[in-house]
């Protein structure tokens, strides 16, 4: 299990990557684990507005359908595209595989460190 | 409370991801593969099931078959020991109380198999509904059940079984079988499409025969199934499931199980409105999804503006890497090639008929 030291983390499994005005999105390697395999994925578009603790996209394993909150509010500058071909690059690659990246960021939810969101999961299990 | 089967340490020993089904808790997956790997694995190699949850009635007594004959739909009177049969049960309405198998043990005595969902309400049907010379008993306590599943399931278990243990042929049970040297039950029975067997045997002994299993088919690429990957298999391979493609006020006509309903017999409970009835208006039809998205059970299907009918079950098929779904509809769309669409969450999805089975080996 990655806890990668260079995010920030969501406690409903988001990390952020921030660098300067712009953030970069995807879902925890803990989440990938416990979602499964993912079939599919439902990415918002370029200019979408994506709001603190609101569903921005949804991933769905063999399984079930599980909502992505988004951990900042501001405009959706890009997706990965690639994604949506290959959802399985999730379950690969949980940091290689980013969702979307926010600009204009006007608010964030609470965020934790790696070693913080891995003493969380460790309460989650 | 959930009940755990006889196996529930096991799952736990092989990274079993536990999770509430039908009164009981039970692997959805395991760690070390998931649904996609186990389903793969059924349908090139073998898979290990914990079936456990399912319910166990005896019918015994001089008139068992005649008991048999009218609370089922199917026709039990020319089965010969050991053959096994399946079948809806239904209520007055014509819908279905349950659907189950039938193990004939010789002329006054049957094992029957029931969904564990329904194994209480099951019982309580048959003991209000049963005449003459007769003994219902929920048996279920005592059995554990494992299904071994795939193209090698039987080699692998017959590494390990005496000699006859196994049928020869599909759909029938050696009452005296021995895996691993644990008398059981050995059947020619399965829900995943595939070539298979389902053991029936003492829950105190299901922990030595799970193990046994494993060892014995594990470097022939055997591993561990959980109810995920049952769901996608029974699913590709077209198979109804309880509380999904039929219930309480479905017919088993309606789903499309008419090979497992005599209308020639004399009588039987729910005859009187299938016959009214006659052909049923609605159907359940295959289809694929052709648009972008993944429907899922109870979802509403449209044609145009006008609603025709739901999903009642839905999954990303591992083996042909497409959405499908079973549906219920009304007869006249039910040709393949007929276009519709689903609204997956707000959003519609194209889909069109295809035929069923899905999946066929």
């Known amino acids: ?125 | 409370m959930e009940l755990k089967t006889p196996l529930y340490e096991k799952h736990i020993e092989y990274g079993g991801k536990m999770v509430p089904f039908g009164g009981y808790i039970l692997p959805v997956q395991y760690k070390s593969s998931g649904v996609i790997k186990e389903h793969m694995a059924v349908r090139t190699a073998a898979g290990m099931f914990d079936v456990s949850h399912m319910g166990e009635i005896l019918c015994e007594g001089p008139d068992a078959l005649a008991n048999l004959n009218m609370i089922l739909t199917n026709d039990f009177t020319n089965m010969v020991d050991e053959q096994a049969r399946y079948s809806p049960m239904c209520n007055e309405q014509g819908g279905t109380v349950d659907d189950l198998i039938v193990y004939k043990m010789n002329d006054n005595k049957y094992f029957i198999v029931v969904n564990a969902a329904n194994k209480d309400k099951d019982y309580k049907w048959m003991c209000d509904h049963q005449f003459g010379d007769v003994t219902f008993t929920d048996v279920s306590s005592q059995y554990a059940q494992i299904a071994v599943q795939g193209p090698k399931a039987k080699s692998i278990i017959s590494k390990i079984c005496s000699e006859g243990s196994i049928p020869d042929k599909y759909y029938y049970c050696r009452f005296g079988a021995e895996v691993a040297g644990i008398p059981c039950i050995v059947s020619t029975t399965g829900y995943t499409g595939e070539d298979g067997v389902e053991i029936y045997l003492p829950a105190t002994k299901a922990e030595e025969m799970w193990d046994a299993i494993y060892e014995a088919g594990k470097d022939d690429g055997l591993i561990p199934c959980g109810l995920g990957a049952r769901d996608t298999l029974r699913m590709e391979a077209g198979m109804p499931l309880y509380g999904h493609e039929m219930n309480d006020e479905i017919s088993p006509r309606e789903a499309g199980l008419m090979f497992a309903i005599k209308m020639k017999k004399d009588d039987f409970i729910g005859k009187k409105p299938m016959e009214e009835a006659g052909k049923p208006a609605v159907v359940r039809v295959g289809l694929k999804i052709t648009g972008r998205g993944i429907a899922r059970e109870f979802q509403d299907i449209y044609i145009g503006d006008k609603k025709i009918g739901y999903t009642t079950s839905g999954t990303k098929c591992p083996f042909f890497d497409y959405p499908i779904a079973m549906a219920r509809i009304p007869r006249e769309y039910k040709e393949p090639g007929t276009k519709m669409e689903i609204d997956v969450r707000g959003r519609r999805v194209e889909a069109e008929v295809i035929p069923l089975p899905f999946y066929k080996r």
């Open chain 1, 1 to 125: 299990m990655e806890f990668k030291k260079e995010a920030l983390y969501a406690k409903s499994h988001e990390w952020v990557i921030f660098d300067g005005d712009e953030a970069t999105i995807g879902i925890s390697d803990y989440a990938q684990s416990e979602l499964g395999d993912l079939v599919f994925v439902n990415l918002p578009e370029e200019g979408d507005e994506v709001e603190v603790g609101e569903s921005f996209a949804d991933v769905e394993s063999v399984k079930a359908v599980s909502d992505i909150y988004s951990p900042v509010t501001g405009v959706v500058a890009e997706i990965n595209e690639e994604l949506l071909d290959a959802p399985e690059k999730i379950n690969e690659d949980a940091f290689g595989a980013w969702f979307i990246k926010v600009k204009d960021i006007t608010d964030k939810a609470e965020l934790i460190s790696a070693e913080e969101y891995e003493a969380f999961c460790e309460s989650e299990e």
